[in-house]
């Protein structure tokens, strides 16, 4: 694979991931879970914010991005989504990580990159986080704690 195609990649996967993210949210908010909700859509905006990152690292190296999303599933239930996303994260790390080396000679997209393994980074350690309050407390005390706005 290309580093164009990496970044046209990395553009539909936080697209695509960012959509999942917000209908998560407004499901979780229909369903009275306001604190989750919220933390979930600031997910989906800060994925959102990325992808249109790389697509304007793409436009300034004189490539046209894709208009494109890579597909994600809808959960409809918290645990599993939060499972979910943990499982993403990890998987998505690594692989992000790797595309560091293709990128020694263009600092720009490098320094771009580190960044979103960063905010991948937090969200993993987060979502862990709460994965583990599932365990301690019961799903049904984690989603009280998650009612109100």
């Not at 407004?26 to 697509?55: C, H, P, T, Y």
């Not at 998505?92 to 580190?114: G, N």
Request: glycine content about 4%.
């Amino acid at each position: 694979m290309t580093k164009i195609e990496l970044l046209k990649e990395f553009a539909k996967g936080w697209f695509g991931n960012s959509q999942q993210h917000s209908i998560h949210a407004q499901i979780l908010k229909d369903r009275g879970f306001g604190k989750l909700a919220d933390k979930i859509m600031a997910e989906s905006d800060e994925e959102w914010d990325e992808a249109k990152q790389v697509n304007k690292r793409l436009i300034e190296l004189g490539e046209i991005p894709v208009v494109a999303t890579q597909e994600y599933p809808v959960i409809t239930d918290v645990k599993e989504m939060l499972e979910y996303d943990f499982k993403d994260s990890a998987e998505a790390l690594p692989e992000m990580s790797k595309c560091l080396a293709m990128f020694e000679d263009d600092y720009v997209t490098r320094d771009m990159i580190q960044k979103f393994i960063i905010d991948e980074q937090e969200h993993y350690t987060w979502v862990k986080h709460h994965l583990n309050l599932i365990k301690e407390i019961g799903i049904e005390n984690y989603l009280i704690e998650q009612i109100g706005e």
